[in-house]
């Protein structure tokens, strides 16, 4: 569609595309699919059409404007996350045959550019993903240069016309297609973040079943090693990245044989190769993105919906399967990266004060989220607004979906309590660093919204517009920080609309007193995120946020204090080990198999070696002493050949000296001192805790649907 600029927060518009498209491509009407802008500098700005051979870029938000050709229809964009005029951009030209040119076949070119779209060059032909391979990190030894593409069939290098490049394997490029290097063969996929790069290979004896393998990231040289899942077999095209944060991959895998949108969870170690199962029955959209959402300003807490296990035994007889999964979805979540997960706890009383009554002791708060986001706005949270969280749905045993069963929550703690904010399902959004919330119906045309300055102790109407208008989103700067909104949507006549909303005269003075908070004179406070411990993964965080009754803003730069403390290891900070489950809720981890614990040495076993009790610290958590469940250290038994009679009783008390010592490490306890220190392998050392950044999927997605 069209692009409009504003210098004034939204208050008028100037159209862009007709000015530069006529100036440039007077014969293309200029119908924009994309605005991409850069994540070091928000001034540099990318408009594309996937129809079109151009992109329009400017460095100044739009003051100016060049456009730049490929020569093929724009297919991907994609920024360097520190290089701020480095771009890899995609293409699709028309290769027809010679001898006939009727015979056209598609082509995906890749492009690259370092000034920013004045000049480019061709890295490769006949790609079919690319992506940068230089992530914004710590140890980063990775060269920002390097590329990681695939080729949809053999090609040759541009560089050097002689390489043969092989279609389904992964390569490098340090020089912009000068030079490649093969990483690995027989591959479909791959993903990478600033800890893991993730490679789907398919396996070579089964065509239709694939193998995960992982590699750090941050190193020049990449070590690929295969991960372990708890699964038999792992079909191709079956499983996806949910979110790899704080040390640690969640992988989504779905049911063998299953075409049910549903299927497990598992997390990995810190180095992202060993799996346990996290969460059973995920609910996933019908584009393969789970109903699995990160509360972005804290750590550990993450909330899902998942599938009931009544619906699974309906479904096997009902033939609307699609309506029986609906009447059976969940929402759970927890506070320690997935170590466990719980019922979100329901308000007591609803938006107009009346007490809200459940049937029985099942009786829940349950939200919707992606797979039901065209209907319902999903859970929402933002980076800057510490705490917050926001979502549509009810209060019973299981989340329903009609219109008028729906309503609006908020919790202010990160998801521990929560409180019903409106009746009816609204979209919403968070400004002055979650001072200020807005939010307007979106099931009806309407012409007022809602407004809060209190995190949403009370609530003020605003009428935007005299004739009723069918909301489809609020939507503020990315950083959330400010006070001015754009609202659109349609009117009842069919005309589309945009209403700015400025609610920087709301206070008439900034908030003080931040560097003394908790004081009577202060506008700010101490909080922690109290999940049902006090303890968040291992330590207590303490942040400075404005007290909710202040009438104050915020600073727009404002940088948010925090302090920091550790805790004693608790039960809650050891999650199952790789090939172990619990088999109730808050009972012992146990091998899957079933069989008593095994610390036999590997084969190769030279000095010592470490045997898993079953348990393993949750990546990120750094709490120490307390109840200790790390894998012990056992010396290697050694061989030893006698030719005399007594050789049976030395082998026999060998393996008697052996036992004890395995019993004295599963007999130790805590005491008041804490551990006396003990070896523990890479997957059970505390980890210093990551800035944490937005959730990442194999395929697209949004902070915001």
């Known amino acids: 569609g069209a692009v409009c600029r504003s210098e004034d927060a939204g208050k008028s518009l100037i159209l862009l595309t007709s000015s530069f498209i006529q100036e440039e491509f007077p014969q293309l009407p200029g119908p924009m699919t994309s605005i991409q802008r850069s994540p070091l500098n928000g001034s540099f700005v990318i408009l594309s059409s996937q129809n079109a051979p151009y992109l329009a870029i400017t460095e100044d938000c739009g003051a100016s404007v060049r456009v730049s050709s490929l020569g093929g229809d724009i297919r991907q964009v994609k920024f360097h996350s520190y290089e701020r005029d480095w771009l890899l951009v995609s293409a699709a030209i028309e290769i027809c045959d010679d001898n006939d040119g009727e015979s056209c076949e598609e082509q995906i070119e890749l492009y690259a550019t370092r000034d920013f779209g004045r000049s480019w060059s061709q890295v490769a032909s006949n790609i079919t993903e690319f992506s940068w391979a230089w992530n914004t990190g710590y140890l980063i030894d990775t060269p920002r240069e390097r590329v990681l593409l695939t080729f949809s069939k053999h090609a040759q290098g541009i560089g050097h016309p002689g390489t043969q490049l092989e279609s389904g394997s992964l390569y490098q490029t340090d020089d912009f297609g000068r030079t490649f290097m093969k990483q690995a063969s027989n591959i479909t996929n791959f993903f990478i973040n600033r800890l893991f790069l993730f490679i789907v290979q398919t396996d070579t004896g089964d ?61 990995s170690n810190s180095r992202g190769l060993r799996y346990t199962l996290a969460l059973r029955n995920l609910v996933r959209s019908g584009d393969g993105q789970g109903d699995f959402t990160r509360v972005l300003n804290l750590e550990g807490i993450l909330i899902a919906n998942v599938l009931d296990d009544v619906a699974i035994t309906e479904m096997r007889e009902a033939q609307d399967k699609g309506a029986v999964l609906k009447k059976f979805i969940r929402t759970v979540i927890t506070f320690d990266n997935g170590g466990e997960w719980r019922p979100l706890r329901p308000p007591s009383i609803d938006a107009t004060g009346r007490a809200i009554t459940c049937s029985d002791d099942d009786c829940s708060l349950h939200l919707h989220s992606h797979s039901s986001k065209h209907l319902f706005s999903p859970v929402y949270t933002t980076e800057s607004a510490l705490g917050l969280v926001m979502g549509t749905g009810n209060v019973g045993n299981f989340l329903a979906w009609r219109a008028d069963q729906i309503n609006t929550y908020l919790s202010r703690d990160g998801g521990v309590t929560w409180f019903e904010v409106a009746r009816g399902s609204h979209v919403f959004e968070f400004g002055d660093h979650g001072g200020i919330i807005v939010m307007a119906s979106d099931q009806e045309a309407t012409t007022t919204l809602k407004y809060s300055w209190n995190e949403g102790l009370t609530w003020d109407t605003f009428e935007f517009s005299k004739e009723p208008v069918e909301v489809e989103d609020i939507v503020i700067e990315p950083t959330s920080t400010g006070e001015r909104f754009i609202l659109h949507g349609m009117t009842t006549r069919g005309r589309g609309i945009i209403v700015a909303l400025d609610f920087s005269s709301l206070h008439k003075r900034t908030c003080l007193g931040n560097d003394d908070p908790g004081v009577a004179n202060s506008d700010y406070e101490i909080w922690s995120p109290r999940g049902p411990e006090e303890c968040l993964l291992g330590h207590k965080i303490s942040y400075v946020r404005r007290k909710r009754d202040s009438e104050c803003f915020n600073p727009e730069e404002w940088d948010r204090p925090q302090r920091i403390s550790f805790c004693a290891c608790k039960e809650e900070d050891w999650e199952c080990d790789s090939g172990f489950i619990r088999r109730s809720e808050g009972g012992p981890c146990e091998r899957i198999d079933g069989k008593l614990l095994d610390f036999s040495p590997p084969k190769d076993c030279e000095g010592t070696y470490f045997a898993s009790r079953g348990y393993r610290k949750i990546a990120g958590d750094t709490c120490f002493g307390g109840v200790d469940y790390s894998s012990i250290e056992l010396p290697c038994p050694t061989l030893i050949i006698l030719r005399t009679v007594d050789s049976v009783a030395i082998i026999a008390i060998f393996i008697g000296l052996f036992a004890i010592v395995v019993a004295l490490a599963l007999q130790a306890k805590p005491n008041s001192q804490g551990y006396e220190e003990v070896k523990r392998d890479d997957d059970n050392t505390a980890h210093s805790m990551q800035q944490r950044e937005t959730s990442i999927d194999l395929g697209d997605s949004a902070t915001k649907e």
């Open 207 to 267: 065509e239709g079943s694939a193998s995960l393998l992982v590699s750090s990231s941050r190193y020049e040289d990449y070590e690929f090693e295969s991960a372990e899942l708890p699964v038999r077999r792992l079909p191709l095209h079956s499983f996806r990245i949910l979110d790899s944060e704080n040390d640690q991959a969640f992988i989504y895998v779905d049911h063998p044989g299953s075409v049910l949108p549903y299927g497990n969870v598992y997390s």
